[in-house]
């Protein structure tokens, strides 16, 4: 699924500008950039960012803006492109495609911390993404962080009204200091129920 995000129309996530400050010193990657909000976002703030998205034309808005390097690769077919490449931060909006979530996981450096918010199943009543691959399960983003042992720093399920009526999973999570190598468990934890 590509982003949908055109130049100058949208602001910052309000998630994504409340947690920014937990990523530490280094490398920011915006994935599936589209018009690069969150990577000017960060690159304003001083972290030097590599915007990545599959629309050439979405990139050519953030050439030659100050710490941002942009790659225009496709993330969903093919050998991943991102290979042994590791972030302080990865940031994730409005973007999902199961099949990579390993490999995006991978991404993020001992310490490192993940910001991801997209739409969730009950959106579909909202409009588009309304295809179930498309729309995060309850707990889905949760589950992920406890499958690829990440610390869950903030979590949160929302319908939201700005800057438009959506169904939202939020997540913000942190690679602990102590595994630098992602293993990844063979069986699935279950979430405790309350």
Not at 10 to 15: G, N
Not at 39 to 67: C, E, I, K, M, S
Request: proline share 7%.
């Amino acid at each position: 699924m590509q982003s949908h995000h055109h130049a100058g129309t949208m602001p910052p996530s309000a998630w994504v500008r409340a947690h920014a400050h937990l990523v530490p010193t280094g490398r920011v990657l915006d994935l599936a950039c589209g018009s690069g909000r969150h990577a000017r976002f960060f690159a304003a703030a001083g972290w030097p960012v590599l915007a990545v998205d599959r629309d050439a034309t979405a990139l050519q808005a953030l050439a030659g803006v100050d710490l941002i390097e942009t790659r225009g690769c496709e993330l969903e077919t093919g050998a991943w492109p991102l290979q042994a490449a590791t972030f302080a931060g990865v940031v994730v909006t409005h973007y999902l495609h199961r099949p990579r979530r390993a490999e995006l996981m991978a991404l993020l450096q001992a310490g490192g911390v993940l910001i991801y918010e997209t739409f969730m199943a009950g959106h579909e009543r909202h409009g588009r993404p309304s295809r179930p691959e498309f729309l995060l399960q309850p707990g889905e983003l949760l589950d992920w962080a406890h499958l690829f042992g990440l610390e869950v720093l903030a979590f949160e399920e929302a319908t939201v009204r700005i800057p438009r009526e959506a169904c939202l999973q939020r997540l913000c999570a942190r690679r602990p200091l102590d595994r630098s190598i992602l293993e990844v468990p063979t069986t699935h934890y279950p979430l405790p129920t309350e």
